[in-house]
């Protein structure tokens, strides 16, 4: 049997494109094929737009467009996989390398999961290499200021597009939840934040690092609109002091029942 490529997982950032890893540069460049998904045969793809502007002047590499509906109905999405599985394997099988782009991070809600998983049975002993990206979770802070956890804290990290009927539980159990991909969901959402007392902890966030980034922070303005695959929401409640401020809170409450127990 003829030796297989590799395939290679690489997380492109949230959409800036100088937010790309050296890494992931570095393979991009290498690898034989890159696969680049995209949500229509007319649509542009979003991760190929931050990495085209580094590929320029590369020859003899292979751009293979692969088209995955954005839908949540498997009879819609698994003909589209069957198709890129057979041409990402006709690849791998003539031994080349294979770079599959993906938004944020490779293992994080992506597209690319569902290769990895895949690929051990269609391909057993294959090569496989995962370059992790900068994640939407990590750049909607940086643009709103919004910090995400210290200390003690604890997050989720929320699919907003498959429900938020427990959203009041995640509250509960969670110093900070973040929202991704929030659609027809916002008002349920605000209600909720409003119900809780919490809007004023609430920031929301298009298209992080992209054109077009949109910073709400008054979540009650925004709660007639829908959102798209690139809005989010951080809820930070900061009910916990992060380890600085919990050690002089401990050392204060010691020095006051030292003081009240003192003769």
Do not use: N
């Not at 690898?31 to 979003?46: E, H, L, M, Q, W």
Request: aromatic share 6%; charged share 20%.
């Amino acid at each position: 049997m003829a030796a297989r490529g590799t395939l290679i997982g690489i997380g492109v950032g949230p959409g800036a494109p100088d937010l790309i890893t050296l890494r992931a540069l570095d393979r991009l460049k290498s690898a034989d094929v890159i696969a680049i998904p995209r949500s229509s045969k007319y649509s542009p793809s979003t991760a190929w737009s931050i990495v085209k502007p580094h590929m320029e002047g590369i020859s003899g590499q292979e751009r293979l467009f692969l088209t995955f509906p954005m839908s949540m109905d498997p009879e819609r999405v698994r003909p589209a996989w069957q198709e890129a599985f057979i041409a990402i394997g006709s690849r791998l099988e003539r031994g080349l390398s294979v770079a599959f782009i993906t938004l944020g991070d490779p293992l994080l809600y992506s597209t690319f999961i569902y290769l990895l998983r895949e690929a051990p049975r269609r391909w057993p002993g294959l090569d496989i290499e995962i370059v992790p990206g900068v994640t939407s979770v990590t750049a909607v802070p940086a643009v709103s200021g919004m910090a995400l956890a210290d200390g003690q804290e604890r997050i989720a990290i929320v699919p907003a597009a498959y429900g938020v009927a427990d959203l009041e539980a995640t509250l509960d159990a969670f110093d900070t939840v973040v929202l991704m991909k929030i659609g027809p969901e916002m008002d349920t959402v605000v209600q909720t934040l409003e119900r809780r007392g919490l809007v004023q902890k609430a920031v929301y966030v298009c298209r992080a690092t992209m054109g077009g980034q949109t910073i709400v922070r008054d979540v009650r303005e925004i709660r007639q609109q829908r959102g798209d695959c690139f809005a989010m929401m951080i809820i930070a409640k900061k009910s916990h002091s992060g380890v600085l401020l919990g050690d002089v809170a401990q050392r204060q409450i010691s020095r006051a029942s030292a003081e009240e127990t003192a003769p």
